[in-house]
């Protein structure tokens, strides 16, 4: 990760299993200075259940099987 000096701001995506806000399972960050992209990181996330909508899992493409293994947001954040 860079220093916080070196950038202009920060994005932050989240991507959530189901229309619980608190179901977030995945993560993406991009690092810009001077309008340009200089880092990005992403991370998939384990929700609080597994319980993934069909509309949402549509959307991202990200299934129960891809954040089973992953870690809970808490270990993320």
């Not at 000096?5 to 399972?25: R, Y």
Request: proline content about 4%; aromatic content about 10%.
């Amino acid at each position: 990760m860079l220093k916080e000096e070196a950038m202009d701001f920060i994005t932050i995506d989240f991507e959530i299993a189901n229309s619980n806000m608190n179901s977030a399972c995945s993560l993406g960050m991009a690092f810009v200075k001077d309008n340009q992209i200089i880092d990005e990181t992403y991370y998939l996330i384990h929700p609080p259940t597994m319980e993934f909508d069909k509309k949402m899992v549509e959307v991202h493409g990200i299934q129960p099987v891809d954040v089973i293994s992953a870690k809970n947001f808490r270990l993320v954040w």
